[in-house]
């Protein structure tokens, strides 16, 4: 009786055992690491919203003057105007005062109010203005230089006159680019005046009344006063870089006159990245390296440059690149990197993100992809022998058990 009950026993925990040997789950410990903050420790940039304007003679110049802190940390920033051309008064101001400096936090930007302002009698001509920023420390530096070109005021053919400020326009092929023009009716009754523009090809153009969205294809002007008028440009998006003229005409009867506008693509910056089948997912082993192909294309109409590649991956994981940098990727261009993967030596069997980062110039792309970590095949032999040996040991231990 006693050796029947001792064999219940030793098979119920025989059975128990080989359950627990059977199911192994595993723990899945997949651990994003944040992704680095790739701005330098410190940095600092001073800039106008535009480098060169055109004005008509008499005329002031009033913009922004930005500081742009690109660093980590907070800076106290000294700014000064280093010289004014000859027959301008120059100011900087923030509010009400005349400013020297300002704070401007890590990441940030801030601006001053610069206005500029001629003699009276100056003539046509280029004007060059030089700013400076520079740290408390002395240890940073940037410049900046601001041209403004004096013109005669241009009159129409007859009695129709056309200024504009900014003839020059700049930006990427996705943006949209609206020009200011000032009608002046110079006649002696008031008029209709028609309006046309000529542009690239496929290049969209409308007129539009000043801060109205309705188009207008004609105005009508007083004798002796001005009407602003706006030009709105769409360039298709996937224009080339490069400077595209507009050429404005204005007309009413015999009376006529042009104005010659530019816009200056830059270009987008879009980049696209994947594998070549389009599966994201992948296996391994700890400790092991696995590769696999990745693809990077420039989507946008600018060459995309010094493109580089990161990674945020389960701590102690290693991701390396061939090549670890592409130079330059022209638009529509596709270039191939292998991407090498190597789980940590003690990552338990299961399921990883590693997330593979595109940095190009001015555009990023991440692919998330899926790292299966599985158990080695000599782990399977060695868990196969032990049930053997744990089998064996039972049927002993029952079959002895047995003759008693």
Known sequence: MGCANFAKKSLSVAFVFLVLLGVMPGLVLAQNADKKDTRPERGIALYTEYSGVAVARGENVQMDLTLENKGRRDENIDVRIVSAAKGWKATLKGARYQVTGMVVTDGKARTLALHLEPEKGLGPGKYDFQFEAKTADGRLTSEHTLTVNVQERSLGKDNIQIITSYPVLRGQSDSRFEFSLDVTNKGEAEGTFNLAATGPEKW???????????????????????????????????????????????????????????????????????????????????????????????TGSAVNRNISFSSFKPENWETTFTPEKIEALAPGEMKQVEVKVTPGPQSLVGDYSVGIMTNGERADKTVEMRVTVKASSAWGWIGIGIILAVIAGLSFLFIKMGRR
């Open 204 to 298: 969209d153009i409308n007129f539009k009344p000043a801060y109205e969205q309705k188009q207008i294809s004609s105005i009508r002007v007083k004798e002796g006063q001005s009407q602003t008028v706006a030009v709105e440009v769409t360039p298709p998006r996937n224009a080339a870089a490069g400077e595209y003229p507009i050429l404005v005409r204005i007309s009413s009867g015999e009376s006529k006159a042009e104005a010659k506008l530019t816009v200056n693509l830059t270009g987008t910056y879009k980049l696209d990245a994947g594998t070549p089948n389009g599966i994201l997912s992948l296996e391994a082993f700890a400790g092991k390296p696995t590769t696999f192909s990745l693809f990077v294309k420039n």
